[in-house]
C-alpha cells in the first residue's frame, strides 16, 4: 500500500520559486490540468531531457545498468582468469605426476645418459599434454630434459626443497620461458626416497590466452544486455511519464503535498482497497476510526482484525450507502463506490463517518433482536424429549449465559415422577446451570423449602414473576439461608428474577436466573423475557410430566399382566427375557402354561403399537389364552377363537368409537408332550420358532404362517415336531428381529448365528441371544423364551388297556396297585384305585372301546383314562334318592384336578394328585 507522506514545507522562497516560475507552472497541476499539457511528442523529449521523473528515472536506471555491465565484465575477466590459473596448476600437476611415475622413468635416472632415454620421451609428453615443458632433473635440480636444448644440464629454476622431501610443488615463478605456472614432483625409489624429479608447467601468456578469447563474447553480450536494459527503461519510464503527465518532481511534490494536506485533514475516513482486497490507503480518521494497526497499508482486509462485517465490505467492493457497522463502541456509516467505473484501476473507495449518536436507538434494536432469537431458540431447543428433568435442563442451559449466568429449575418432587404438583411437597433442585461449576448454590437433586420471604416462595404463592434487582438489599432473600447467602454474594451474585413454571393454574416449580458477571442488574424488560421463556419452558416440562405420568401407568400395568414368575412343571427347562421398548410400553407377552398329562403349553404374542391400549389389549389376549388353555384345545383350535375374541374387541371398539381397533396382533402357540416328544405349533402372523437341536445345529421348522389376530375367515394350521431330549425351542417377538434398517431375512440369519454360539442351557442361550443382537436403543419390546425339552422314561409310565367288561375295574386297581409299590407310592394307593374305579366304570358304561389306562408319575401322579367316544362327563350334585352320580364327586375331592381332554379318536379323563 501506498501511504502518502508528510513534507515540511519550506520557505516561501524554495518552495514556492520565483514568479517566472509561477508563471512556467500556472496553476496548481491538478488532473485535469496535467492532461492538457501533456502530448506524446514533447513527453518523449522528457524522457531523455531529464526534467520530468520519467527523464530522471530513465537516466538513473541506464546509469545502473551500464555500472552493472562494467561490474559484470570485471567480475567475468577475473573469474575466468582464476579458473584457468587453477586449471593450469591443476593440470601441470597431474603431467608431472603422471610422467614421474611412467614405466622406466627410475632405471633411466640411474643410466649413462638419462638425456638420451629420456629427452624424447619428454618431448613427445609435452607435446600430447596442453603444456609448456616437461623437465626432468637430478635430486641437485640439473636439468635432463627441455624444450630448448641449451637449457639442459642447467639449474632448474624454481623450488625443489618440498619435492626432495616427498611432497609435490605448484608455483607460478618467472622461468627460462616467461613466467609460468609450475609443478614439481618426485621421482621415488621402492624404498621410498627421491631419486629425481620432474617438473611440468604452462606460461601465463597461455593461460591468459583463453580469457582474451573470451573477452570479445563478454563485451558484445554485455552491449546486448546493455541494449535491451536501455530499452525496457525507455519503456517503463515512458509508462511512468504517461502515468505522471510529463510532471516535474517540484510538480508532483507540491501536488502530493496539497493532496496529502486535503486527505488527512478532512474528518472523515477515507479508506482505497485495490482490486486483489488490500489496502492501498487509510488516512488518519480511517485508522482512528477503525483503529487499523501502524502497518494495515499493504496487508489484506480480512487479516486486520476489523468486525467480519466491515471487513467483509471492504473486501467486496460492493456499493453501499450509509450502511451502519459497529466497530468497538462507535457505530460507523460508511459508503462505498467501485473505482474502475470511470476507468480508473480496479478497486473500490469507500468513506467512513461516525454515527455513534445512533448508538443507543441500535444498542435497543440489537437487544430485540437477540430476545427475539433466544425466544426462537427456546422453541426448538426446549422440549426436544419427554423427560421432565432433561427439559428442565434444556431450559437452565439455553438461557446461560444468553441471559443469566446462573440458573436453576425447582420443581415440586411429584412433578418429576409425573404426579400432580403439591404445594405442600418439598422442590427439589432438578436442573441448575452456570458460566461456572463452582458456585455456592444448592446442587443438583437438592431438596429444598423456601421459607415465606423468599423470592422464590413469592413467586410459588402469587404466581407472578419476582424481581430482585439488587441482592444485597433484599433481607427476605438473605433469610432463606444466612450463610449459603453470605456466600453467594462473596461470589458476585448480584441480581435475581425469580418466575413460576405455571401450566394452566397449577404451579409445576420455579425458576431462578441469577447475575454475576454483568455489572448491571436485570430490569423490567429482561424480567418479560425470564417470563416468556419459563411460559414456553412449563408447556413443554408440563406434557414431559403427562408424559411419564401415563407411560408409569402403562409400565405398571404392562408389569402387572406379564407373569412374574414360571409355574412348577417337569417337561421343559425355561429361561426367559422380556425387555421393554425405550419409547413407550409395548404389548409383547408370554406364558408357559402347565397343561394335562405333564405336557406344557409355550405361547408368545404381540400386539402392534405402543402405550396403554396395547398394554391392556394384551393383558385380555393373555387372559384368553390362559382360559383357552385350559380347555385342552389344540393349538390350531385356540389360535381359532383366540382370532375371533380380537376381531369381537375391534367391532365394540368400533362401535363405541373409542380406542383404535386391535391392528397387528400376532400369536405363535406351542404344546410340548414329554411321553411322546412331540411339540404342536401354530402361529397367527408371528415369526417362526427356532429350534436347536441337541447337537448344537439350528434350524426354523417349517410352521405354515397363518394371518395375524383379527383378520378372520382363514384356518389355521398346526406342525407337528419331534423333539429329541435336551432340544432347545427357541419363541421370541418381531423385536429381536426385525428394525427399520434390515429385512427380517437378516435378522434371522443374525439369530441362527448367535444360537449357534449359545451354550448348552436356555439362561446362556438368553444371554448370547440379547448380547449380540440387542439394539443401543429398542423401538419394540423383546420376548425371548428359551425352553430345553425332557422327556419321560418309560419307567416314570404304566398304561393297561382295559375290556369292556366290568369285572375288568378289579384287575386295573390291581395292577395299580403293584405299579404304585414298585414307585414307593403306597402312600396313594387307596385314592388312586378310587379315582380309577370311578373313570374306568364311566367309561366301560358310557364309553366305547378301546379303552386304556395310563399313569404318569412326574412332578405329580397322573391318572388317564382313553376311550373312543367324545361324550363327556359332567360333574353333578346327586339326590337322595339316586343310585349312583356321586362318582365324579368323590373324583374332585380327592385329586388336586381333573377333566377332559379331547383326541382326534375319542377323549381322555385325567386327575392328579400331589406326590406325598
Known sequence: MVRLLRRERRTSGSARGTEADKARRGPLPGRGACLSRWH????????????SVAGQVFVLHVVMVLLLVVAAVVALVLQARHDTTKEARNRSLAVAETFANAPGIREALRSPDPTRVLQPRAEAARRQAPVDFVVVMNTDGIRYTHPKRDRIGKKFVGDIGPALAGRPLTEEIDGTIGPLVQAVVPVKAPDGSVVGLVSAGITTEHVGGAVDRQLPVVLAAAAAALALAMAGAALVSRRLLRQTHGLGPREMTRMYEHHDAVLHSVREGVVIVGGGGSLLLAND??????????DAEGRQVLDLGLAPG??????SGRVVTDEVHRVGDRLLAVNQRPTHVAGGPPGSVATVRDSTELRALSGRAEAARERLNMLYDAGVAIGTGL????????????????????????LFEPVISGGQPDAAAALCRTALSGIRKDAPLYPVAEKIRFVGSSPQARSLATGQAVLEPRLSEAPGWRAQDFERSGQIMEYGIHSLITVPLRAGAQVLGVVSFLRSEKPEPFDTDELALAEELVARAAVSIDNARRYTREHSMAVTLQRSLLPRSLPAQGALDVAYRYLPAQAGVGGDWFDVLPLSGARVALVVGDVVGHGLHAAATMGRLRTAVHNFSALDLPPDELLALLDELVARI?????EKGGSAPVIGATCLYAVYDPVSRRCTVARAGHPPPALIHPDASVVFPEVPAGPPLGLGGLPFETAELELAEGSRLVLYTDGLVEDRERDIDVGLELLRQALERAGDSPEDTCRVVLDSRLPARAVDDIALIVARTRALSAKQIAEWPVPSDPSAVAEVRAAVTRQLAIWGLDELAFTTELILSELVTNAIRYGVAPIRVRILRDRKLICEVFDSSSTSPHLRYATMTDEGGRGLFLVAQVAERWGTRYLPAGKVIWAEQPLP
Open 650 to 654: 375391534d367391532q365394540d371398539e368400533t
Open 285 to 294: 480518521e480511517a485508522h482512528r476510526l477503525l483503529d487499523l494497526p501502524a
Open 310 to 315: 466491515t471487513a467483509d465490505l471492504l473486501a
Open 40 to 51: 506524446p511528442a514533447a513527453g518523449l523529449r522528457s524522457v531523455f531531457g531529464g526534467r
Open 387 to 410: 423427560d421432565v428433568t432433561r427439559t428442565a435442563e434444556e431450559l437452565a442451559e439455553l438461557a446461560v449465559p444468553r441471559f443469566a449466568d446462573f440458573v436453576a429449575v425447582d
